[in-house]
């Protein structure tokens, strides 16, 4: 035992018990020194030892050894990194403070011109897709090899840390992370879907229940009769999230057995008495259901009772285009006659939860017609339809005189995923009616008003970013009011300098440009 | 000089202080913005009607502004830094208008009438008087040493295995004894050891390192008139006795050099007490030094330092053997550049026993590695150096960990930090083979608490 660890033993138990230790074995003049005292002043002998080891361990350490490490060291990249500081500053302050819009728009901006991210702000945009899953597409493709290499190291990061981006498809398959896996599967099924979909029914059998139903969704792109087979299969998963995707997707072949079989259900519950129609719930479960994922039994919490449940599995599983076909009627028409019907509530839930599976223009358009029902259901609707069409709803709820801007800043906020934005032309709309309401003085008692404006710097048209530039500023703001403007300008900007990223190039790569 | 982002953001007082810049950022907010080849100075538009007038002495970093901000330097003077490195074009060259140019002025003024006033020989003190006054000091440090003795011996007589939390208020009211008997060192340790009671793994062998070494102390203080000059000045620092300035820049050892910012760090001591280390090493002379300062109430300190830059000054250090602390006798503006930098020293295990054997209290000790990869193990950060199997274990918040981790690679790095005996905290990393006074790719940001 090294003369240390008697030492510290003795001065455990105490002295009181265990007299001082002598130094054995030690020559030379540091044995010397122990042994003076030894032969010293008894009082504080022991630290007095102590302290002399202490100091010669001090001077002489030696830094234990580690084995030796297996990672590899990063590999050279050659997408040159983001060097201007003033847009370093920008996506670093983004990436601390927000908004979501604004951090993926500095990152999809340094993606599309062949940059990457510089390694400072590696860890905190690994955080910041860690924290929010719609980034992490953004966040992936900025990292480059070394954040990839980095993200490998915290299992924080685990999202990114797949195989290198730079690796071909078979790799990023192979060794990906579930964001990349479902990638090349999509990108293979653009123009290859017989491969794709061969390449997923292989790995299916080996999958946890959350990533064949993530997987699954990726079969959405270039759908076709050649895949009813798998996804039938898909009806009798154990896991309900995957029956479910299987159930959405077939939607999507209305020739598919199962939506025949679906059609077969319902239509004789749908009769045409003394020129109008008349709809029934089912009088029992089918035990043939169970095949086409229809639970006969009610869940506890259900608010629909058990007949109203049955039917509104039915109609949620039919592609829309059925009821206009069977019956004549427009969308419009429909919605109306189901309003009076005694099985409303499942009608219109069935109609909602199908129009979110398989988007239907015209469903959409005359859902939002409908008086208003739920804001949060009036966002998603208009999510489905292509922006033109959204526009035309949103139009009529800004009114002329502009008074419905903070409502419809909030459903374009919510229809337009991060990268989109609305069209140029009702941007500049927009962005003239807040700057409106901005000089009428009316940001000093309206709270909600100055969230809607950082929003909407986030969100609009970069065409239309100079009309919430330099918004008036007076000597007497509140903190609450200086910071809602200092933020929007803070917005503003680093908007600004992004968009100078993607100057060289005629067309942008964000999606939300025209 | 010209800073970088991260650079100036460093001279931030407090994170509010750094966000609240980046507010004032859009150019459209100063309408002058100008340099010139000592100075930039801007006016930025703030709520009144009048602008604020900001400058920055560049020989410092030194701040001014005419807002009412009571930090330092305030958020006007790091924003009109921030716009500099960001965005270089929106500054016009020219010279400085009469606000700006009389604040310098009067600067250099200042500076050279400290040095004339240095060069005066100082009033010499009355030695009988201060004879007197060290002994009285003397008299009352040795009582307290003896009752701290005491105390030391009934603790290892009762056993290091006794002790426990309860302890905790004993041990407090040591210090705090030794506060009163004019030993503040002594305070120092006894807190800094009572808080290793019971923490982690090997806390017993822990503590047994700081006391025993506190009872060298306690034994130089009984031998202190057999001790050689400097041996006692070493005694006295440990036991916190207070240097007087105007001595030390009077009688002390003075080098003049080109010193190189190793690195920084600000550490919280208590609620309000802000302590920075700047830690400097001469090109020439290869001596390190750190500059120990304090500030109270969340002002930032007057004089910054940027961290991988090299700077001409005259540093005085403090009597002792192998004496690391100084303070900044002269900056001198402009000197010639000596030639080549000093190299990193062969082997800094030999430095750093040299330094131990020279004054066993020294409680940092800063150390260069010229190849070291930081890396995670188990659950700690170690840096591997070099190509040995040998690794320091690491003391770093896991964020700024990260930060290096990315900037690594795997790969080597150039990382300066200090090293208490037991833990090494990096505070400044540079890429591989970087020449010197380059900016570092890394440097610890915030303050520690």
Same mark, same amino acid.
């Given at each position: 035992?090294s003369?240390?660890?008697? #030492?510290l ?6 002295t009181? !018990?265990?007299? /001082?230790p002598? $130094?054995? %074995?030690?020559a =030379?003049e540091f044995?010397g020194?122990?042994?003076?005292i030894q032969a010293?002043e ?9 302290g002399?080891?202490a100091i010669g361990r001090?001077?002489g ?5 580690l084995?030796p490490s297996?990672?590899?060291v990063?590999t050279?990249d050659?997408h ?6 003033a ?11 927000g908004?979501?819009r604004l ?5 999809a901006?340094?993606t599309?011109?062949g940059?990457r991210?510089?390694?400072n702000?590696?860890?905190t945009? #690994? ?5 929010a899953i719609d980034l !992490?597409p953004a /966040?992936i493709? $900025?990292? %480059?090899e070394? =954040?990839l290499w980095l993200?490998a190291?915290n299992d ?5 840390a797949?195989a290198?981006?730079q ?6 398959w192979?060794?990906?992370s579930?964001?990349q896996?479902r990638?090349?599967?999509a990108?293979q099924r653009?123009?290859?879907?017989a491969a794709?979909?061969?390449?997923l029914?292989?790995?299916l059998?080996?999958?946890p229940a959350?990533?064949?139903a993530a997987?699954?969704?990726a079969l959405?792109g ?7 087979a798998l996804?039938?299969a898909q009806?009798?998963?154990?896991a309900?999230d ?11 072949l209305?020739a598919?057995a199962?939506?025949q079989?679906?059609e ?5 519950l749908?009769?045409q008495?003394?020129?109008?129609w008349?709809l ?5 479960a089918?035990?043939r259901?169970?095949?086409d994922?229809?639970?006969?039994a009610?869940p506890?919490?259900e608010s629909?009772?058990?007949r109203a ?5 039915l109609?949620?599983?039919v592609?829309?285009?059925?009821w ?7 969308p419009?028409a429909?919605?109306?006659?189901a309003?009076?019907?005694?099985w409303k509530?499942?009608l219109?839930r069935g109609?909602?939860?199908a129009?979110?599976a398989?988007p239907d223009?015209?469903w959409?358009?005359?859902?939002l017609d409908?008086?208003?029902s739920?804001?949060?259901w009036?966002?998603?609707?208009l999510a489905?339809?292509?922006?033109e069409?959204?526009?035309r ?5 800004l009114g002329e005189?502009g008074?419905?801007?903070q409502?419809v800043?909030?459903?374009a906020?919510?229809a337009?995923a ?13 962005a003239a009616?807040l700057?409106l ?5 009316d940001l000093?008692?309206?709270?909600v008003?100055r969230?809607?404006l950082?929003?909407?710097a986030?969100l ?11 918004l ?9 009011l200086?910071?809602a403007?200092?933020?929007t300008?803070?917005i ?5 300098l992004?968009s ?9 790569s ?5 | 000089m ?7 953001l460093a001279?931030?007082p407090?994170d509010?202080?750094a966000?609240a810049?980046?507010?004032l950022?859009?150019?459209?907010k ?10 930039v100075?801007?006016?930025?538009q ?10 920055v002495?560049?020989t ?16 006007h003077g790091?924003a ?9 074009a929106?500054?016009t060259?020219?010279?400085?208008p009469?606000w700006v140019?009389?604040?310098i ?10 040095e004339?006033?240095a060069?005066?020989?100082a009033?010499a003190p009355?030695?009988?008087?201060a004879g007197k ?7 009352r440090?040795e ?6 003795a ?9 056993g290091?295995?006794?002790l ?9 009211a ?6 009163d008997?004019?030993?503040p060192?002594l305070?120092?340790?006894?807190t800094?050891?009572a808080e290793l009671?019971g923490?982690g793994?090997?806390w017993?062998a822990r503590?047994l390192?700081?006391l025993?070494?506190?009872q ?6 009984a031998?202190r008139?057999?001790l050689s000059?400097?041996?006692l000045a070493d005694?006295?620092?440990a036991l916190?006795?207070p240097?007087d300035?105007?001595?030390?820049l009077a ?10 910012v190793?690195?920084?760090?600000t550490?919280?001591r208590?609620?309000?007490l802000?302590?920075r280390?700047v830690w400097?090493?001469?090109?020439a002379s290869g001596?390190?030094?750190l500059l120990l300062?304090y500030s109270?109430g969340?002002r930032?300190f007057e004089?910054?330092w940027?961290s991988?830059?090299e ?8 009597p002792g053997h192998a004496?690391?602390r100084a303070?900044?006798a ?16 062969a082997?800094e295990?030999q430095?750093?026993a040299?330094q131990?054997a020279?004054?066993p209290w020294?409680?940092l000790?800063?150390?260069v590695w010229a190849e070291?990869?930081?890396?995670r193990h ?5 840096l591997r150096?070099?190509a ?6 690491m003391?770093?918040a896991?964020?700024?960990a990260?930060q290096?981790?990315?900037h690594?690679g795997g790969?080597p790095?150039?990382v300066?930090?200090e090293?208490?005996?037991e ?14 006074g380059s900016?570092?790719?890394?440097t610890l940001a915030?303050?520690?608490?």
């Amino acid at each position: 035992m090294s003369h240390w660890n008697t #030492l510290l033993q003795t001065a455990l138990v105490g002295t009181a !018990r265990q007299p /001082v230790p002598a $130094a054995e %074995g030690m020559a =030379g003049e540091f044995g010397g020194l122990l042994q003076a005292i030894q032969a010293g002043e008894a009082q504080g002998q022991l630290l007095r030892a102590a302290g002399a080891v202490a100091i010669g361990r001090r001077a002489g350490f030696v830094a234990p050894g580690l084995p030796p490490s297996d990672a590899p060291v990063a590999t050279a990249d050659e997408h040159p990194v983001l060097n201007d500081p003033a847009l370093q500053a920008a996506v670093a302050d983004a990436l601390a403070s927000g908004p979501l819009r604004l951090q993926h728009e500095g990152l999809a901006a340094i993606t599309a011109a062949g940059l990457r991210l510089p390694h400072n702000l590696l860890p905190t945009a #690994l955080d910041a897709g860690r924290r929010a899953i719609d980034l !992490r597409p953004a /966040v992936i493709p $900025a990292l %480059g090899e070394r =954040g990839l290499w980095l993200a490998a190291r915290n299992d924080d990061w685990r999202y990114a840390a797949g195989a290198s981006e730079q690796a071909d498809a078979q790799t990023r398959w192979d060794e990906g992370s579930l964001e990349q896996r479902r990638a090349v599967l999509a990108e293979q099924r653009r123009n290859d879907p017989a491969a794709a979909r061969e390449r997923l029914a292989a790995e299916l059998p080996q999958l946890p229940a959350k990533e064949r139903a993530a997987l699954l969704g990726a079969l959405a792109g270039n759908i076709g009769p050649d895949d009813e087979a798998l996804l039938d299969a898909q009806l009798k998963d154990r896991a309900r999230d995957v029956r479910q995707a299987a159930v959405e997707l077939l939607q999507r072949l209305p020739a598919s057995a199962h939506v025949q079989r679906i059609e077969a259900f319902l239509a004789p519950l749908l009769s045409q008495e003394g020129g109008s129609w008349q709809l029934k719930a089912p009088e029992a479960a089918d035990p043939r259901w169970k095949d086409d994922a229809i639970d006969a039994a009610r869940p506890t919490h259900e608010s629909l009772g058990e007949r109203a449940w049955w039917l509104y599995q039915l109609v949620r599983q039919v592609p829309l285009a059925w009821w206009t076909t069977h019956t004549g009627m427009t969308p419009a028409a429909l919605l109306e006659w189901a309003a009076k019907s005694d099985w409303k509530d499942a009608l219109l839930r069935g109609w909602n939860e199908a129009v979110l599976a398989v988007p239907d223009v015209d469903w959409c358009d005359a859902m939002l017609d409908r008086p208003r029902s739920q804001r949060a259901w009036i966002g998603q609707l208009l999510a489905l339809l292509p922006r033109e069409r959204r526009e035309r709803h949103w139009a009529s709820e800004l009114g002329e005189s502009g008074n419905g801007v903070q409502e419809v800043v909030a459903y374009a906020d919510q229809a337009c995923a991060p990268g989109e934005t609305p069209s140029a032309e009702f941007s500049l709309k927009l962005a003239a009616a807040l700057r409106l309401r901005v000089e009428r003085g009316d940001l000093v008692n309206d709270y909600v008003l100055r969230q809607v404006l950082g929003h909407a710097a986030a969100l609009l048209h970069a065409d239309a970013l100079h009309l919430l530039a330099d918004l008036p500023r007076t000597a007497e703001e509140s903190p609450g009011l200086a910071n809602a403007l200092s933020d929007t300008a803070r917005i503003v900007r680093a908007r600004q300098l992004f968009s100078t990223l993607l100057l060289p190039l005629p067309i942008s790569s964000s999606q939300g440009r025209p | 000089m010209s800073l970088s982002t991260e650079a100036v953001l460093a001279l931030a007082p407090d994170d509010a202080s750094a966000k609240a810049a980046k507010g004032l950022l859009a150019p459209a907010k100063w309408p002058t913005l100008g340099y010139s080849d000592d100075a930039v100075w801007g006016e930025c538009q703030g709520s009144g009607s009048k602008p604020y007038q900001t400058q920055v002495d560049l020989t410092g970093p030194v701040f001014r502004c005419s807002c009412p901000s009571r930090k330092f330097p305030c958020k006007h003077g790091l924003a009109l830094l921030l716009l500099r490195a960001q965005s270089d074009a929106s500054f016009t060259a020219g010279t400085p208008p009469a606000w700006v140019a009389e604040w310098i002025a009067s600067r250099r003024e200042k500076a050279e009438k400290k040095e004339a006033r240095a060069a005066e020989p100082a009033a010499a003190p009355d030695p009988a008087a201060a004879g007197k006054r060290d002994a009285q000091r003397w008299k009352r440090i040795e009582a307290g040493v003896q009752e701290f003795a005491r105390w030391l011996d009934d603790q290892t007589q009762r056993g290091l295995a006794s002790l426990g939390s309860e302890q905790q208020q004993a041990w407090g009211a040591m210090a705090a004894r030794m506060v009163d008997a004019q030993a503040p060192g002594l305070g120092q340790r006894i807190t800094q050891a009572a808080e290793l009671i019971g923490v982690g793994e090997g806390w017993p062998a822990r503590l047994l390192d700081r006391l025993g070494r506190l009872q060298l102390i306690v034994d130089a203080v009984a031998r202190r008139e057999s001790l050689s000059p400097a041996t006692l000045a070493d005694l006295r620092t440990a036991l916190g006795w207070p240097q007087d300035r105007e001595a030390l820049l009077a009688e002390g050892e003075r080098i003049g050099d080109h010193w190189l910012v190793l690195g920084q760090c600000t550490d919280e001591r208590d609620a309000k007490l802000v302590e920075r280390h700047v830690w400097l090493q001469g090109r020439a002379s290869g001596r390190r030094a750190l500059l120990l300062d304090y500030s109270h109430g969340g002002r930032g300190f007057e004089t910054a330092w940027v961290s991988g830059s090299e700077r001409p000054a005259v540093l005085c250090f403090y009597p002792g053997h192998a004496s690391q602390r100084a303070l900044v006798a002269e900056l001198l503006a402009d000197a010639p550049a000596s030639s080549g930098p000093a190299p990193d020293t062969a082997d800094e295990w030999q430095r750093m026993a040299r330094q131990v054997a020279a004054n066993p209290w020294q409680p940092l000790l800063p150390m260069v590695w010229a190849e070291a990869v930081p890396a995670r193990h188990g659950d700690q950060w170690w840096l591997r150096l070099e190509a040995a199997p040998q690794a320091l274990p690491m003391q770093l918040a896991s964020q700024e960990a990260w930060q290096l981790m990315a900037h690594s690679g795997g790969a080597p790095l150039r990382v300066f930090g200090e090293w208490d005996g037991e833990q090494f905290a990096p505070l400044t990393a540079w890429a591989l083979g970087a020449a010197a006074g380059s900016a570092p790719v890394w440097t610890l940001a915030g303050v520690r608490t």
